[in-house]
């Protein structure tokens, strides 16, 4: 049988992250775990106030159809059955994570990607003053290419 799992998970950011929209200091993340026959998919989003999106609302939203995704709800049905968002994002996420596990087949192969292609990345810096730049940009550089 199918069981759904769904978690609210903070992760602290060491000191401060600050955008135009504003600063935060830790990460808010909603999860959702579904587990089937010994396999177990995660799939997670971060809620964004600007679309109408909180933390509360996903997790209910997720919760909402909690007895669908535990009566097997497939990940194509899943796209007929909620908006796009961040609580759809999650289960989606999950439900690939599932279906891969439980066939021991990739989830890019399973998508038809025989190949991943080159990705063009960014990383986002938190605003600061400019005198602080000397101190911090060593440290962040450091942190981005020692993963």
Known sequence: MRQLAVSIDRFPIAGKFTIARGSRTEAVVVTATISENGATGHGECVPY????ETVEGVAAAIEAIRPRIEAGL?????????????????????????DA????????????????????????ISLDSPMAWPRLLPRRLNDRFSR
């Not at 106030?49 to 109408?52: D, K, L, N, T």
């Open 49 to 52: 106030p600007r679309y109408g």
């Open 101 to 124: 596990k439980r066939s021991g087949i990739r989830a890019h192969l399973t998508a038809g990607l025989t190949r991943w292609p080159p990705a063009t990345t960014a990383y986002t």
């Open 74 to 98: 497939s990940r194509e049905a899943l796209q007929d059955l909620m908006p796009a968002g961040a609580a759809r994002n999650a289960i989606d996420c999950a439900l690939w994570d599932l």
